[in-house]
């Protein structure tokens, strides 16, 4: 995961920009700290810009267009180009006329009423455009953003994950100065306006014509290790409110590690440290990310980086047959080590709570369990080795014990309502005798360490695989360990989600490698040097590699912008 032991890795190739393929397309990798609402309001009635948009439930009147309103039909200079927003949009057909621009008067109308379920999304949209909201069977008038929902979800619970890409499609339509936002679901409602949001900082409005927007890969997002560095709330959802316009879906927390154990904790306190985050506050966390349609993925690593916790439970530290202790391992042959650790997963998993039905996720960890690491296990670990022959029988091994206690924490997450389980990669065993669970993702991050399979004989065995590639989505404070910090352009110009490990992509057939197997990829920060960077420089590091990811994630065709102009577009939107 983020600490390996790993060789000196050999130089990196240099990357160069394929050309341009599709001349209506613009891209940008902009993952820029929003404006207050009010000075970002101000700023863009000085410009004579402003938007908003909301949604409609199935059956739902529409909202009238009346060509004899009393408002008079705006003015302005015509909008040109292509929309520019990252990521940049899938589909632009042009038509002829002046575009759209927000106006003085101008209004999101939400035919579906004040208590639909994209009603949290248009009111979003007018405070960062400074519009105001209208509701119901309203006349919708030149300048007006129009916002409806088309699919069978307006019966459905407000915010609640999508179960794939599709359900994230959005298409926006600038016709005769109105603007008109459809999708099938609040999430692409939410995608639109995040749309609408940047077209309007980087070019005033949009042009004349339709957008049909989708992504490419339903999974993308970001990882924070928030157990070696604490970061505070104000930061984390700085974060999340930061992906949620790049249309980033997913916000992983490893809050438990050697260094730290950072959410209150109930059932035993002793182990929380003293620089926490209370339930309180994750749950708040919780609700903002639900609300930008993001999903929270808790991990509470095991058997390995187990540190903190172990510091106060020493009985159950793993030692070697010489009597020396491993930090941060916890003896897996213990019969006091599973209740400890599933005590704390079930508290853990009530605190991050899912609506019912909807995508439920947990990561297991499963990495660097240092008993897999040694050149001789069964004889430097010899009660590990006796538990697996107990329970697997004579040639039963420490992958099979441990791969077993990785299948049992996953029965226990799952029976608090979790459904999408995942584990680091390194922490996959194959064995005659007990196999991962088959519903567990491979969070593929490394080929350097033990259980180092290529990612292809995941692919080849029907597993799905995420890709956390440590060469372009690793930020390791510190750079240790031949870590390098990634960049933006390295990730934009060279980086795509086949490429799961090293430089190339993963070698399989086509049929393995679309958006079902391989879900798509999260940007990792790791703390393992804390002190390496403040907050705030951490901040500003991932800014243009998490725009450049977001880009590459949501459309699989060559960027149309250079790094140069995607960096700039970055810088405005």
């Not at 999430?187 to 995040?194: H, K, N, Q, V």
């Not at 070696?228 to 590690?257: C, G, M, V």
Request: aromatic share 6%; hydrophobic share 35%.
């Amino acid at each position: 995961m983020s600490n390996p032991m790993r060789p000196p890795r050999a130089p990196r190739p240099s990357a160069s920009l394929r050309p341009v393929t599709t001349p209506t397309r613009r891209t940008g990798p902009a993952a820029r700290s929003a404006l207050p609402a009010a000075a970002l309001a101000a700023a863009l009635l000085l410009a004579g810009c402003s938007g908003t948009a909301d949604t409609e439930p199935p059956g739902s009147t529409s909202a009238k267009v009346n060509p004899t309103s009393a408002r008079a039909t705006p003015t302005w200079a015509p909008v040109t180009g292509t929309p520019q927003v990252i990521p940049a949009v899938r589909d632009f057909r042009r038509a002829d006329g002046r575009g759209w621009r927000p106006s003085k008067g101008a209004r999101v109308v939400v035919p579906a009423g004040e208590k639909s379920n994209v009603a949290d999304e248009a009111q979003r949209m007018a405070r960062d455009l400074g519009l105001t909201v209208v509701y119901g069977d309203q006349t919708v008038q030149p300048g007006d953003i129009e916002v409806k929902i088309t699919g069978k979800s307006g019966a459905q619970a407000n915010n609640v994950p999508v179960q794939g890409a599709a359900d994230e499609a959005y298409t926006l339509t600038a016709d005769g100065t109105r603007l008109t936002l459809t999708a099938p679901t609040d999430a692409g409602i939410f995608y639109g306006t995040r749309t609408v949001k940047q077209a309007v900082r980087a070019a005033g409005g949009f042009p004349e014509g339709t957008i049909q927007d989708r992504p490419g890969r339903p999974q993308r997002g970001m990882s924070l290790d928030n157990a070696r560095k604490p970061y505070t709330q104000d930061w984390i959802e700085a974060r999340i409110r930061e992906i949620a316009d790049l249309k980033l879906n997913q916000f992983q927390l490893h809050f438990s590690d050697d260094q730290g154990f950072r959410i209150q904790s109930d059932t035993h306190p002793e182990i929380v440290s003293a620089d926490h985050l209370t339930k309180a506050q994750i749950r708040q966390i919780v609700a903002l990310a639900r609300s930008l349609h993001i999903s929270v993925v808790p991990e509470l690593d095991s058997p390995g980086h187990l540190g903190a916790v172990l510091e106060h439970h020493p009985d159950l530290l793993l030692h070697r047959a010489s009597g020396s202790v491993v930090p941060g391992a916890i003896d897996i042959s213990n019969p006091k080590a599973a209740p400890l650790i599933d005590s704390l997963l079930k508290e853990m998993s009530e605190l991050f709570t899912n609506p019912e039905g909807a995508p439920a996720y947990w990561h297991l960890g499963g990495d660097e369990y240092q008993a897999l690491l040694s050149s001789t296990p069964s004889t430097t670990y010899p009660q590990l080795t006796r538990a697996a022959r107990q329970k697997y029988g004579p040639n039963g091994t420490i992958e099979d014990l441990a791969t077993g206690w990785l299948n049992d924490r996953q029965k226990t997450v799952e029976a608090k309502g979790k459904n999408r389980i995942e584990a680091w990669n390194d922490g996959f065993f194959s064995s005659p005798r007990v196999s991962p669970d088959k519903n567990r993702m491979v969070d593929y991050w490394t080929g350097k360490e033990a259980g180092h399979r290529d990612p292809s004989s995941f692919l080849r065995e029907g597993r799905n695989v995420m890709n956390f590639n440590d060469e372009y989505l690793y930020y390791v404070l510190g750079e240790p360990n031949q870590f390098v910090y990634p960049t933006g352009q390295r990730i934009y110009e060279s980086w795509t989600p086949l490429v799961i490990r090293g430089t190339q992509p993963v070698s399989v057939p086509a049929n393995l490698t679309g958006p079902d197997r391989i879900p798509g990829a999260r940007f990792a920060i790791w703390s393992d040097r804390a002190q390496a960077q403040t907050q705030a420089q951490v901040a500003a590091g991932i800014r243009l590699p998490l725009a450049a990811l977001a880009q590459k994630t949501w459309d699989p065709r060559t960027p149309a912008l250079s790094w140069t102009g995607f960096k700039a577009l970055a810088d405005r939107v």
